[in-house]
């Protein structure tokens, strides 16, 4: 599977992550860093969250994924650790046509998360196509130390 590589403007737009564990916490904070107004649906959360709930910086809706849940978001992340409801969450974007990434099923996603690296105006992305995210990863932390002396990292 290959997907278009795409830089996109999230800013002030709806993202819904549905799931409250480690995943759904790594996608809440990237989303937040690149100016997403995050809504989270899950009962159940990480430590990490709750203080992001606490501190207003996401919406969160403390119930289970139910049909309807995700309508007029921009992006869906389905991150639940339930492989049933992220496919049930997978079918309903594709069906309201609303990019969905699934955390496990590249397959099932409408777009993959890169591993990226970025430092003031400059972001480097790397991908894998969803095959290796490790090695995107390891690949991403080798260019991070080409361009950036050891004070910067």
């Known amino acids: 599977m290959r997907f278009y590589p795409i830089n996109l403007k999230i800013a002030n737009r709806k993202c819904v992550i549905v799931g409250g564990g480690r995943v ?3 996608k809440v904070r990237r989303l937040l860093a690149f100016g ?3 809504t989270l649906i899950s009962p159940d959360l990480t430590v990490g969250l709750e203080r992001l709930i606490q501190k207003k910086r996401i919406k969160h809706i403390r119930k289970k994924y139910w049909q ?3 309508r007029n978001a921009f992006l869906v992340f389905a991150a639940t650790s339930d492989r049933k409801v ?3 969450i997978a079918l309903e974007a ?3 046509d609303i990019p969905v990434n699934v955390a496990d099923s590249v397959k099932e996603s409408t777009f993959i998360l890169p591993a990226i ?4 105006n400059v972001t480097i992305s790397v991908s894998t196509d969803g095959k290796s995210p ?3 990863k390891k690949i991403r932390n080798q260019l991070k130390k ?4 050891p004070s910067q990292k």
């Open 86 to 88: 992220n496919q049930k």
């Open 36 to 38: 997403g107004k995050v």
């Open 24 to 26: 759904a916490e790594r």
């Open 117 to 120: 690296y970025k430092r003031r």
């Open 146 to 149: 080409l361009i950036c002396s």
């Open 94 to 96: 594709k069906k309201l």
């Open 134 to 136: 490790s090695l995107a």
């Open 68 to 70: 309807g849940a995700i």
